[in-house]
């Protein structure tokens, strides 16, 4: 069975960073995309950034370029977000996702 | 990359009434789509992978067809459960913009 269990969640003040992990099991981790998604609240989902299996690949939405990196630790089985400069339109929950799969998601509140 | 343009964006409809929901791709994506549902305050759930194929436990009135650049997602007879959002979504990567169906 697919698991994807997202930490690191929090709330954090303006320009500050925060770093997301997600523990994958039940898979051959390092052979899949893994991406994550969020959903402001009240708003739609929208994809964040992914990266390939190998790691040898990563896009981003233009929203996030050059604030957020997404890497993995396939010795691990681990996905990570780094967020930097975060604002507060970042305030979302957060998904780990190994599509069709998702975990439950963490919570990302940015405010002072 | 691609990205994904979904219609409608809200649709009223009866108990009873069949429903489709369409989802189309800026350029081709196979068969690497997926259809989730969301009700307020919940999380996605996963209806349909790979296009058409249906989700274990998903009730069989729900169906997805389709590949290349149009999908389509439809609920043969609406049940009042099935009030919710439902949203289309390439694999890790772009969603649709959603669809809320409300009660006619």
């Known amino acids: 069975e697919v698991q994807l269990v997202e930490s690191g969640g929090g709330l954090v003040q303006p320009g500050g960073s925060l770093r997301l992990s997600c523990a994958a099991s039940g898979f051959t981790f390092s052979t899949y995309w893994m991406s994550w998604v969020r959903q402001a609240p009240g708003k739609g989902l929208e994809w964040v950034a992914n990266i390939k299996g190998d790691g040898g690949e990563e896009y981003y939405v233009d929203s996030v370029k050059g604030r957020f990196t997404i890497s993995r630790d396939n010795a691990k089985n681990s996905l990570y977000l780094q967020m930097n400069s975060l604002r507060v339109d970042d305030t979302a929950v957060y998904y780990c996702v190994s599509s069709p799969f998702w975990g439950q998601g963490t919570l990302v509140t940015v405010s002072s | 990359d691609s990205q994904l343009t979904q219609s409608p964006s809200t649709l009223s409809a009866s108990i009873g009434d069949r429903v489709t929901i369409t989802c189309r791709a800026s350029?081709?994506?196979?068969?690497?789509l997926a259809w989730y549902q969301q009700k307020p305050g919940k999380g996605p759930k996963l209806l349909i992978y790979?296009?058409?194929n249906l989700e274990s436990g998903v009730p069989s009135r729900f169906s997805g067809s389709g590949s290349g650049t149009e999908f389509t997602l439809t609920i043969s007879s609406l049940q009042p459960d099935d009030f919710a959002t439902y949203y289309c979504h390439q694999y890790n990567s772009y969603f649709g913009g959603g669809t809320k169906v409300e009660i006619k």
């Open positions: 350029q081709s994506i196979s068969s690497w």
């Open positions: 790979e296009a058409s």
